[in-house]
């Protein structure tokens, strides 16, 4: 089992970061950097805040209700005058106040069931924000390891690039004094030339994925950003006796997605039971005090009595209890009540799909760990044996048994072996990394 995987080559590059006091970014550091200052992240967060509000106003329903009222009227020509309920043709001022409250006995427990309801959507939004937080992650490993392979293809392409320069050398002094046919040395330049470029090449590749992991984690451009390049693997011990079974189990109780689509569902069935509770009859209780001022009530001078008698003497109180059957809406209830039964049947299909889509996403990612662990493998058997095959050749091509040719043959074998283990290994870290995630919904080391 591949125990970890070190970027060659780079080791001066991470002390010259250290000593010009350059922090070293591991790969949890990067996704943290990412959530904190991703827009879609912050966008999320902000949906949840505004389920939350939702969910504490369906609480918050369930309070009785209290309003106060002041009314000031000026009125003219004929119109009733509140003294005496009569019809009067004279002109007066009228002033009364109130103040009214209603709490709901029962409404087909309505309320009961939209407090159920936000309480399962507001957890479908933490549920959303988990699976961008994941998403963006996703997207910073990916990144994060397209850097370190394009690192480490950039260190064995410096490597071959000093060899063929070394050869060239050593060739050189031996064309000089007669050792070797100049037609070595110029197939040798001709090797060096190549290998220049796929250095040029390979360093190119770095900058740009470099400044692709930059843009997902929202880094400034201008700003360096060195990598740690020892990437361990995250688990103590083999995985070969994990079953598909097993891991969807896990998988099922730890993702998000799979979460969200589950409250969706509960979410659902309370909207269906909010419009079955509309059908049945609500009753409330009622109760209130008002007062009034009138300038057309007077006493037995004919002078209007003053305001504050007025307020004090015409208050009056009232306690009611009512009931509200209905009737007729227009059709408008059994429309909301079919409406929410076919979104229940949606939400109940849309799990079904998400737990299909996890349960061949389980089995291909065991499937992809267990060819990329036998790819590794195999590449470093052949790096082993292409690493012999050169020694071989450069004692061969020193005694004059092969020629130059030859010889670039091997070394050419090295290269493409050193860069199929570098490839297959960040391979298997990666592929076990997201099977770690399917068993405990972290991509964090942590």
């Not at 189990?249 to 979460?259: D, Q, V, Y």
């Amino acid at each position: 089992m591949i125990r970890y995987i070190v970027i060659g080559g780079l080791s001066l590059l991470l002390s010259a970061g250290i000593l010009n006091g350059q922090p070293i970014w591991d790969i949890d550091k990067c996704i943290q950097y990412a959530w904190d200052n991703n827009l879609s992240v912050r966008t999320q967060e902000l949906g949840v805040r505004i389920q939350k509000t939702d969910y504490l106003q369906a609480n918050n329903d369930l309070l009785p209700s209290l309003s106060a009222q002041s009314y000031l009227n000026q009125n003219y020509g004929r119109s009733i005058d509140p003294s005496t309920n009569t019809y009067v043709d004279v002109q007066f001022l009228n002033n009364s106040y109130g103040v009214y409250g209603a709490v709901d006995i029962f409404s087909g427990f309505m309320k009961i069931n939209a407090i159920a309801m936000e309480k399962y959507n507001y957890q479908v939004e933490k549920d959303k924000l988990q699976q961008v937080k994941n998403e963006v992650a996703f997207s910073v490993i990916n990144t994060y390891f397209d850097v370190l392979l394009k690192e480490g293809l950039s260190s064995i392409a410096r490597e071959n690039f000093q060899l063929s320069r070394d050869q060239l050398d050593y060739t050189t002094k031996l064309v000089n004094v007669g050792r070797k046919a100049g037609t070595d040395l110029l197939e040798i330049e001709a090797s060096l030339a190549t290998d220049s470029f796929l250095l040029v090449q390979a360093h190119h590749l770095l900058i740009q994925a470099s400044l692709d992991l930059k843009y997902q984690m929202n880094y400034p451009l201008d700003d360096s950003l060195d990598i740690d390049t020892v990437i361990f693997s995250i688990f103590s011990q083999t995985m070969d006796t994990l079953s598909m079974v097993e891991l969807f189990g896990l998988a099922s109780e730890t993702l998000p997605n799979m979460k969200m689509v589950e409250n969706q569902v509960i979410a659902a069935k309370k909207a269906v039971n909010i419009s079955q509770g509309s059908f049945a009859p609500r009753i409330g209780f009622y109760a209130g005090w008002n007062t009034a001022y009138a300038t057309t009530l007077k006493n037995e001078n004919n002078q209007v009595i003053p305001f504050t008698d007025q307020f004090s003497n015409n208050g009056s109180e009232y306690l009611s209890l009512g009931i509200e059957i209905p009737l007729f809406t227009k059709l408008s209830k059994y429309t909301k009540l079919s409406k929410s039964k076919l979104e229940y049947q949606q939400a109940k299909v849309q799990y079904d799909d998400e737990a299909h889509k996890l349960l061949m996403g389980v089995e291909r990612s065991l499937t992809d760990w267990r060819s990329a662990r036998a790819e590794y493998t195999s590449a470093q058997k052949q790096l082993i044996q292409s690493e012999k095959a050169f020694e071989a050749a450069e004692k061969k091509l020193e005694k004059g048994l092969i020629n130059i040719i030859e010889y670039y043959i091997q070394k050419n074998k090295v290269f493409r072996a050193k860069t199929e283990v570098l490839r297959t290994g960040l391979q298997v870290l990666l592929k076990e990394r997201y099977i770690r995630f399917l068993m405990t919904g972290s991509l964090l080391n942590t």
